[in-house]
């Protein structure tokens, strides 16, 4: 029985991502270069960069709707960079509060973020599909904007506290939200390079938390928090509803205008495959949701896994303890800790450029894959260092540089794949229908694990020695490696629809390559038909 509801869908999906017979149907390759072609074919009147932007109007149009969303991962940033100079600042004698807060206080004001994460992302799930993924992207202005205006005119620890949670609910809805839009609105081709542009933004937030933080007073660097967050409060009223939802909606004129401003003219042969994918998911979703499908639990799992191995690279958690990290590495003068946490910052930071370029060119399984093996290498050079420092088996004495060597390079390594994928993963795997609340799983759970590798770290350091940590970093971005070789597909091009039919050619365990996948599920029957046929007709491919 199960094995007919499989072939069912696949029979569903085949119907909708193809014309009405196979002749008629354009191959992968002839949809990709007429995707990337449709703006060139326009005659351009006017020379030189305005001939390049009347030409990929549309291209531009997306650009700039994901720059716009991704600043919420920017604000995402300069809450995690913000409370290492506040800590500073508030445990001078006579700081910005009366009295010195006590370390139990401070260590609760930071824990406070990730309970907010944790809480957020499930109601968010709900009413995205309810009332759109727009209308939440501008509620996350305001939550922002009255957090830091209570922190600056409310100067106290209660106040932070509640701040502190405004700014995690905050980061719960945008890490559900931020890449199921950009996927959404995304053409296939750019996908993956507008999904990287949120982990490059979160670390220029990190970064601007701390340098703001090296020059300024408590209100000094709450005002310009505050500051950072208007031009995102005023960009975001002129971004569009995806398509995607939309059409979840039944307003296919709405959908049919957006994708027209956003592709240089609207691709009816795209327009089809979008309005007969997601008709396909809807339905889908009467017969199964995400905890009793095979396909997305296998799917949940894939992007549970990997974002839980980068948590325990300690990729988001190192940044946070550079003065640990650094005091337990060496006595060497080489900088001060705020200097060395700008230093980790900005490398990091550095290794999501190349992931922007590679993510669709060279795809996402083949990016994770080295991401993973470079955040090894640099992770057991590490614990090799720290094992021989800590254990006295020889003199690292003027030997310092070598951990800046090695912590930036598996953090830069990381940066590269392992800290973004899980983001772009969760936009792609999953069926419009199961899509957001996806996303929201992966978005409580992973803020439930960041807590673990948060407490982890110091506590592994002091206990054990700080050795260990990176020997745990090593062995799970090795896991993460093998797990991905066996099990991760590859999306790098695909519309939600091909992939989907992709997860489900596997789950019957159709043993094709990519391209042999695509043409055999072109040659299925029409909609509902003899499921045992159409498992033959595949065996035959």
């Given at each position: 029985m199960c094995a007919s509801i499989k072939l069912e869908k696949l029979h569903l999906l085949s119907s909708f991502s193809s014309a009405d017979s196979p002749a008629s149907m354009p191959s992968s390759t002839d949809k990709f270069h007429s995707r990337t072609s449709h703006g060139s074919k326009q005659m351009c009147m006017v020379p030189g960069l305005r001939c390049y932007f009347q030409k990929n109007k549309g291209l531009i149009r997306q650009l700039l709707a994901g720059l716009t969303v991704s600043w919420t991962a920017f604000l995402n940033g300069v809450y995690l960079g913000w409370p290492s100079p506040l800590m500073e600042i508030l445990s001078k004698p006579n700081g910005a509060f009366t009295g010195s807060p006590s370390e139990r206080e401070l260590e609760l004001m930071v824990a406070a973020l990730d309970m907010g994460t944790i809480f957020s992302p499930i109601p968010c799930c709900y009413l995205i599909d309810k009332f759109g993924r727009r209308p939440l992207l501008i509620l996350v202005g305001p939550m922002s904007l009255i957090g830091w205006l209570l922190a600056y005119f409310w100067g106290s620890m209660t106040s932070l506290y509640a701040v502190r949670l405004i700014q995690g609910l905050q980061c719960g809805i945008a890490n559900t939200i931020v890449p199921l839009y950009i996927s959404e609105m995304a053409e296939p081709r750019i996908r993956g390079t507008l999904n990287t542009i949120p982990g490059a933004a979160l670390n220029v937030g990190v970064l601007y938390g701390y340098i703001i933080g090296l020059f300024g007073s408590y209100d000094a660097l709450t005002a310009l928090c505050v500051i950072a967050t208007v031009p995102?409060?005023?960009?975001?009223?002129?971004?569009?509803?995806?398509?995607?939802?939309?059409?979840?909606?039944?307003?296919?004129?709405?959908?049919?205008?957006?994708?027209?401003?956003?592709?240089?003219?609207?691709?009816?042969?795209?327009?089809?495959?979008?309005?007969?994918?997601?008709?396909?998911?809807?339905?889908?979703?009467?017969?199964?949701?995400?905890?009793?499908?095979?396909?997305?639990?296998?799917?949940?799992?894939?992007?549970?896994?990997?974002?839980?191995?980068?948590?325990?690279?300690?990729?988001?958690?190192?940044?946070?303890?550079?003065?640990?990290?650094?005091?337990?590495?060496?006595?060497?003068?080489?900088?001060?800790?705020?200097?060395?946490?700008?230093?980790?910052?900005?490398?990091?930071?550095?290794?999501?450029?190349?992931?922007?370029?590679?993510?669709?060119?060279?795809?996402?399984?083949?990016?994770?894959?080295?991401?993973?093996?470079?955040?090894?290498?640099?992770?057991?050079?590490?614990?090799?260092?720290?094992?021989?420092?800590?254990?006295?088996?020889?003199?690292?004495?003027?030997?310092?540089?070598?951990?800046?060597?090695?912590?930036?390079?598996?953090?830069?390594?990381?940066?590269?794949?392992?800290?973004?994928?899980?983001?772009?993963?969760?936009?792609?795997?999953?069926?419009?229908?199961?899509?957001?609340?996806?996303?929201?799983?992966?978005?409580?759970?992973?803020?439930?694990?960041?807590?673990?590798?948060?407490?982890?770290?110091?506590?592994?350091?002091?206990?054990?020695?700080?050795?260990?940590?990176?020997?745990?970093?090593?062995?799970?971005?090795?896991?993460?490696?093998?797990?991905?070789?066996?099990?991760?597909?590859?999306?790098?091009?695909?519309?939600?629809?091909?992939?989907?039919?992709?997860?489900?050619?596997?789950?019957?365990?159709?043993?094709?390559?990519?391209?042999?996948?695509?043409?055999?599920?072109?040659?299925?029957?029409?909609?509902?038909?003899?499921?045992?046929?159409t498992k033959k007709n595949l065996s035959a491919c």
């Open positions: 995102y409060v005023i960009a975001v009223l002129f971004i569009p509803e995806t398509p995607y939802f939309h059409l979840m909606r039944g307003e296919e004129d709405k959908a049919r205008a957006i994708l027209d401003s956003t592709r240089d003219g609207l691709d009816e042969l795209e327009f089809a495959e979008m309005k007969r994918s997601v008709a396909e998911e809807m339905q889908q979703n009467l017969e199964t949701s995400l905890l009793t499908s095979p396909t997305d639990l296998r799917s949940l799992f894939t992007v549970l896994f990997t974002y839980v191995g980068a948590t325990f690279t300690y990729f988001w958690v190192i940044p946070e303890y550079a003065a640990l990290t650094i005091g337990r590495g060496t006595q060497d003068k080489i900088m001060s800790t705020n200097q060395f946490a700008v230093l980790l910052g900005l490398i990091t930071l550095a290794g999501t450029v190349p992931a922007a370029y590679l993510v669709d060119r060279m795809g996402r399984k083949p990016l994770l894959m080295l991401s993973c093996a470079l955040t090894a290498l640099f992770a057991f050079a590490a614990a090799v260092y720290f094992y021989v420092r800590e254990k006295d088996l020889a003199d690292t004495s003027g030997w310092g540089f070598c951990i800046c060597l090695f912590v930036s390079g598996l953090l830069c390594s990381a940066s590269l794949g392992l800290g973004q994928m899980p983001f772009i993963l969760q936009s792609e795997y999953f069926p419009a229908s199961s899509r957001a609340i996806a996303g929201a799983i992966v978005s409580g759970v992973g803020a439930v694990f960041s807590v673990i590798s948060a407490l982890l770290y110091p506590d592994t350091a002091k206990s054990v020695g700080m050795y260990f940590n990176y020997v745990i970093s090593g062995v799970v971005a090795s896991l993460v490696f093998v797990y991905c070789h066996f099990e991760m597909l590859e999306t790098r091009g695909l519309t939600f629809a091909e992939i989907q039919r992709r997860f489900v050619a596997r789950a019957e365990g159709i043993a094709l390559s990519e391209a042999e996948e695509d043409e055999c599920a072109m040659k299925l029957p029409p909609f509902k038909s003899d499921a045992t046929h």
